[in-house]
């Protein structure tokens, strides 16, 4: 069954303070992973597509990776204003695009 | 400009009335979707216009209907529903099909239902 996993389900960070987000996924030929930053109240804001495991991107202090079962969103030095939650999101065959639970970061001064 | 709006933003309606909810997009995106979020929950895709054909997300119950009068519109109709019903609805478009691209999402509808 196709399935996407995110870990962990919170995660507190010092400002300054390094860490990686995890998204394990289960699916029969990937069409595209993708990465969205969502803030309370509002819609989810894209940040990475990934198509091809080794495939890496970047963006300020994100960057996504992608092996054949997972993905990684390492935050580098984080600020309080990278607090959001950060959800990942596979395309499924018809093209429906299944979101993990999402990873709820907050990055105190 | 990677922009899709939608109004309005906060709906409270009782169970018997009928409302609708409207996305708009000039990106000359050709795939439209509406889904639904709980709190604390991810979105949940309900339907899919691409190149204005309609895929339904068989779970969605008939008191939504939705409608897409041009490759720029997305319209969600409601009728009769219940508090259960009520979350954050957010449209997204996307340049390809359903298959491909990333989707880009509007700030979403808050609705309240009574």
């Known amino acids: 069954e196709d399935q996407v996993t995110q870990s962990p389900e919170a995660l507190r960070l010092q400002e300054g303070e390094s860490s990686s987000l995890n998204c394990s996924y289960t699916v029969s030929g990937l069409r595209g992973l993708f990465w969205y930053r969502q803030d309370p109240g509002k819609g989810p804001e894209f940040l990475f597509t990934?198509?091809?495991a080794g495939e890496e991107k970047e963006k300020e202090r994100l960057k996504a990776t992608l092996t054949k079962k997972e993905s990684f969103l390492h935050i580098t030095a984080p600020k309080p204003e990278d607090s959001a939650t950060y959800l990942c999101?596979?395309?499924?065959?018809?093209?429906?695009?299944?979101f993990g639970a999402g990873t709820q970061v907050v990055v105190t001064p | 400009d990677t922009e899709v709006t939608q109004t309005p933003k906060h709906l409270v309606m009782g169970m018997t009335n009928k409302k609708s909810l409207k996305c708009e997009q000039h990106?000359?995106?050709?795939?439209m979707y509406w889904y639904k979020q709980k709190a604390k929950k991810p979105p949940e895709l309900m339907f899919v216009y691409s190149y204005e054909k309609l895929s339904i997300n068989e779970s969605v119950p008939s008191r939504f209907s939705p409608e897409c009068p041009n490759s720029s519109l997305l319209n969600l109709h409601l009728h009769a529903l219940q508090p259960e019903d009520s979350a954050l609805y957010l449209c997204?478009?996307?340049?390809?099909?359903?298959?491909?691209?990333?989707?880009?999402f509007g700030p979403g509808t808050r609705l309240t239902v009574t």
């Open positions: 997204a478009s996307s340049l390809q099909g359903e298959t491909r691209g990333e989707q880009y």
């Open positions: 990106m000359g995106h050709r795939a």
């Open positions: 990934l198509y091809s």
């Open positions: 999101a596979v395309v499924f065959s018809w093209g429906k695009l299944q």
